[in-house]
């Protein structure tokens, strides 16, 4: 059974800085697609950004010039550097898996529980 736990997530000012963390339960960071994704209150799941097993990214638009997701295979580890943060980039932050589909869909097979981001303006 797969298991994702965010962490990383706080309260920040506008124009700040925070690092998501994502720790996997077993060794799918380098073989599957990873993932992470965003649910505003009020709003739909987004796609944020996901890497493929063989380091691949791609980003929303609106945040692939403030945002980097990354990983560290040996780790388990997935990581999203966010940068230059808005009051609109508050939401609670998921991470995901998935081992045949790498985007930012959300048809992904297992997702963490999330790690809160709030950013005051």
């Known amino acids: 059974q797969v298991q994702l736990v965010e962490s990383g997530g706080g309260s920040v000012q506008a124009g700040g800085s925070l690092r998501l963390s994502c720790a996997a339960s077993?060794?799918?960071?380098?073989?599957?697609?990873m993932g992470w994704f965003r649910q505003a209150p009020g709003k739909e799941r987004e796609g944020v950004a996901s890497i493929s097993s063989d380091g691949r990214t791609s980003y929303a638009d609106t945040m692939k010039d403030r945002f980097a997701i990354s990983k560290d295979n040996a780790k388990n580890n997935l990581y999203l550097q966010m940068n230059s943060l808005k009051p609109e980039d508050t939401a609670v932050y998921y991470c995901?898996?998935?081992?045949?589909?790498?985007?930012?869909?959300?048809?992904?097979?297992?997702w963490g529980r999330g790690t809160l981001v709030t950013i005051s303006s």
């Open positions: 995901a898996a998935d081992l045949h589909f790498c985007g930012l869909g959300l048809g992904m097979d297992y």
């Open positions: 077993t060794n799918i960071i380098s073989t599957y697609c």
